[in-house]
């Protein structure tokens, strides 16, 4: 009901917990409050927050344009709808190592469970886009200790990403992980790994847990759950694909409705006001007041 009851500084106490335990964690991307609720229910293990989804949610391209402010008040939002953690993508920070301390603040106090900050040169792109820049090793290193200095919650996990492994190949993948985790980073991000060989070899590079990106239309094949497993990955994350799925569902019934007027045939394909009215918990609200749910709803779709 009206919010998830655990406190932030428990969902990162529970999330490390479980993280050091060594299993995969999974967590596909909320591209709105209410998913992350259906996150939870579905039976996954956390909530992501991607950048790119922030971003075209707002119509935008995954460029650098959303503000902080932004970012943290889309974080709030999701984070504390669900009992599970949720972990946000900060780009690069917010620009100089100041802004990306104070972009850890923003966004321990928004209630997520940790952040990924990238090494990306700004204007940033998607990480599975060709013709990215990153920054040196000093600028990368000093954004990951601003990160972890800034931190007051030690269970406020701080991810590096590097993006190099497109730019400069595998093996300065290997050397920028080894140096961000010198520098503080309590999990690798390694973005736009070509095979699984690829990310069994960062596995054996470094200690921390390890993140999967498995978005679609990539440069990484969409490995199971079960191949990241066995190749020692510790998160997985499918970042954009709610969003996805719910935009192409949403353009086949567009055209459906447009096509012959009526959206008699899609009923199937929609969630049910039963399922929604569940999912936003409607008898709950009956501890305020017994006449808010005062009601039946017929689950059969006609
Ligand atoms: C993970 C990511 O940073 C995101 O913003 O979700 C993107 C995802 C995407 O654009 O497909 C990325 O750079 O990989
Ligand atoms: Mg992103």
Redesign the pocket.
């Known amino acids: 009901m009206l919010y998830a009851k655990t406190p932030a500084h428990e969902k990162r106490r529970a999330f490390r917990e479980r993280l050091a335990s060594g299993e995969l964690l999974r967590f596909p ?1 909320a591209f709105n409050p209410l998913s992350a609720r259906l996150i939870e229910q579905r039976g996954f293990e956390g909530v ?1 927050v ?6 075209a949610d707002l119509g935008l391209p ?1 460029i650098g344009l959303t503000t902080l402010s932004e970012v943290a008040g889309r974080g709030r939002q999701i984070a504390r709808m669900t009992e599970l953690p949720a972990i946000i ?1 900060a ?1 690069t920070g917010f620009g100089e190592p100041m802004n990306v301390a104070r972009t850890v603040q923003e966004l321990e106090d928004a209630g997520l469970a940790g952040l990924h900050i ?1 090494d990306q040169v700004n204007p940033k ?4 886009l060709d013709g990215k820049q990153v920054v040196d090793q000093h600028t990368a290193l000093q954004r990951i200790a601003a990160a972890v200095d800034a931190r007051r919650d030690e269970n406020f996990l701080i991810m590096a ?1 590097t993006d190099i492994r497109a730019v400069e190949g595998l093996d300065a993948a290997i050397d920028r992980a080894k140096a961000l985790v010198d520098a503080g980073a309590d999990a690798i991000f390694p ?2 790994m070509a095979t699984l060989a690829e990310f069994e070899a960062v596995r054996n590079a470094v200690d921390v847990p390890l993140l999967a ?1 498995m ?4 440069k990484s094949d969409l490995f199971t759950v079960d191949q990241l497993r066995d190749v020692g990955m510790n998160l997985v ?1 499918w ?2 694909s709610l969003l996805r799925l719910a935009m192409g569902s949403a353009m086949r019934g567009l055209d459906e409705l447009e096509a012959s007027g009526s959206l008699q045939t899609q009923l199937d394909q929609m969630q049910h006001r039963a399922e929604l009215y569940d999912l936003v918990d409607y008898p709950g609200y009956n501890h305020f007041d017994t006449d808010i749910y005062n009601f039946t709803i017929t689950k059969e779709r006609p």
């Open positions: 991307g992501y991607s950048g790119a989804v922030l971003a995954d993508d780009d990238e792109r998607c990480g599975h990403r973005e736009a990106n978005t679609e239309f990539g994350i970042p954009v």
